[in-house]
Nanobody
Framework: QVQLVESGGGLVQAGGSLRLSCAAS?????MAWFRQAPGKDREFVAA????????VHADSVKGRLTISRDYANNTVLLQMNSLKTEDTAVYYC????????????????????WGQGTQVTVSS
């Protein structure tokens, strides 16, 4: 059982920055961030392979949101810059324990464990 604890959410003005953290009880094959805005479906944000460090980002966040890992501390980060009001959502960290095609990491059903979520609100 992998425990995931997110932190770092909050209220920020448009154009500002936040950094989300996800502390994992153990390393997995891959970790990801998803988000869900009110009234909308859950959306893939970014994923990273623990060992190799390869990353993939949703087109909507490329160049603004960046996933990385702190290997020594079993923590996955999401650096969020140039935030927009449409980035407002609950952000969830997820862990996948088994291997997978890299392209499948965009799909939430591939992940085995989820955090409780952290709210990010971007005001205009």
């Amino acid at each position: 059982q992998v425990q995931l604890v997110e932190s770092g959410g909050g209220l920020v003005q448009a154009g500002g920055s936040l950094r989300l953290s996800c502390a994992a009880s153990e390393r997995s094959y891959a970790m990801a961030w998803f988000r869900q805005a009110p009234g909308k479906d859950r959306e893939f944000v970014a994923a990273i392979l623990w060992s190799a460090g390869f990353t993939v980002h949703a087109d909507s966040v490329k160049g603004r949101l960046t996933i990385s890992r702190d290997y020594a501390n079993n923590t996955v980060l999401l650096q969020m810059n140039s935030l927009k009001t449409e980035d407002t959502a609950v952000y969830y960290c997820a862990a996948k324990t088994g291997s997978s095609y890299f392209s499948y990491l965009r799909y939430g059903y591939n992940y085995d464990y989820w955090g409780q979520g952290t709210q990010v609100t971007v005001s205009s």
